[in-house]
């Protein structure tokens, strides 16, 4: 995702209206890397800025997706996911507190064999465990 300075200009040669709230999602998303839901980023939003509606923050998550600044993912979870990283990389999905985080994986060798003329443009992998925090949390095996 390329900065909020940049998401301004971005949006702006595009004719799309460039709001303070707009503004306010860009800056929440920003640096963001634990994959949240327009629900999260609405309620960090709205914490400083009670005028802003669900409605803002999923129409510009969506357009931010269109614009391909940003990724939605649906990893097993009710609700999507958007991910300010948009190189190719995959995801540890923890089974106990749901934490998403990134990780770089060759998965190239998911590409050989019969793909029967399949164009394979991307691959997503999700691996499932648990993560450090809930590892160190759980009781000793004893
Ligand atoms: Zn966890
Ligand atoms: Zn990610």
Do not use: W
Request: glycine letters at 8%.
């Amino acid at each position: 995702m390329q900065s909020p300075t940049e998401l301004v200009a971005l949006f702006r040669r595009k004719g799309l209206k460039v709001t303070p709230q707009r503004v306010a999602i860009f800056e929440a998303l920003q640096g963001d890397t634990g994959h949240p839901t327009a629900v999260t980023i609405y309620d960090r939003v709205a914490a400083g800025m009670p005028s802003i509606s669900l409605r803002t923050v999923y129409q510009t998550l969506n357009d931010l997706a269109a614009m391909g600044e940003i990724q939605c993912h649906t990893i097993g979870t009710a609700a999507i996911r958007f991910d300010a990283n948009v190189d190719d990389h995959q995801h540890l999905v923890c089974d106990g507190c749901g934490a998403i985080a990134d990780t770089y994986l060759d998965v190239s060798c998911l590409r050989q064999g019969e793909l029967a003329g399949f164009d394979v443009a991307r691959t997503t992998v999700v691996l499932h465990g648990t993560c450090r925090r809930c590892a160190e949390a759980a009781p000793d095996p004893q």
